[in-house]
């Protein structure tokens, strides 16, 4: 081990030492409880960070909330929408006009019928003018 050939005076040490102090921790107030807290901590007393409730103190305290919300994240991410090839393309294209034209033929038989509905009526209401 390496061993000094002199002692360190005590102005030299002083220098060294002169930034090695301790710090006041930075608090803040809760704005739930009123409660001095230390920044970007759970409070103490209520249990409460960024007005919502996380730990088991507060109030309202819901342990199947705090485990299940990562999960539901997990769910609900969305994945890369896969890539698309040629075929699969015109494949959803032609599926997309089929229903078109189901949808086109549907609403004409739902029409024809209410027009033939229209025409009896008008029929109806000529015939007892007449008598």
């Keep these: 081990m390496a061993v000094p050939k002199k002692r360190t005076g005590a102005s030299a040490q002083g ?9 006041v921790p930075e608090t803040t107030v809760c704005p739930n409880c009123g409660e001095l807290v230390l920044t970007h901590t759970v409070c103490t007393a209520c249990g409460q960070y960024k007005g919502k409730v996380v730990s088991r103190k507060a109030e309202g305290f819901v342990e199947d909330a ?22 699969a393309a015109t494949a959803e294209e032609v599926k997309a006009e089929e229903t078109k034209v189901e949808e086109v033929k549907a609403e004409e038989t739902t029409e024809a019928p209410a027009e033939e509905a229209k025409a009896e009526e008008k029929t109806e209401e000529e015939k007892p003018s007449e008598e």
């Design 15 to 23: 220098h060294r030492r002169s930034n090695w102090k301790a710090t």
């Design 66 to 87: 705090v485990v299940e919300a990562p999960k539901k994240a997990a769910k609900t991410a969305k994945k890369a929408p896969a890539k698309k090839t040629k075929k």
